[in-house]
């Protein structure tokens, strides 16, 4: 499998991020594909307890980044995580090809809007 290291991507802190996902307050997410997220934390979970989960990583992550090379511009991480999401499928729920800094296996983070409207 090619490493996302090698494919165009931003890094930040897994604090960044988290912090990041505090930000959206309304909002629950779900992670597929990480062994250390998903053998301590339970998804889908709310936006406080996917923040809780990357503030414990404490690790840099690397996020897949999809566009065009002719329409990239200088994206101010973690701010504009908006435009790195991936919202092709049903309903339109951002998603994010991530990895570990250092670790080749890749994993999805994505919000998972069915279950913010259950709750």
Known sequence: MESLRS???VELSSQQ??????????????????PW???RYLFPCPSDEMAT???AAR???LILDERDAADTE????PDEL????????????RTWLCSWEGDAAQWLLAEDKER???E
């Open 74 to 77: 200088h994206v101010a991480v």
């Open 82 to 93: 908006d435009r790195l999401a991936n919202r092709d499928n049903r309903l339109q729920e």
């Open 37 to 39: 997220l998903t053998s």
């Open 53 to 55: 989960a990357l503030e």
């Open 17 to 34: 991020l988290a912090d990041w996902i505090t930000k959206q307050p309304d909002c629950w997410w779900y992670v597929d594909g990480d």
């Open 116 to 118: 913010g409207f259950e």
């Open 59 to 61: 690790r840099n992550v």
């Open 7 to 9: 494919k165009r991507h």
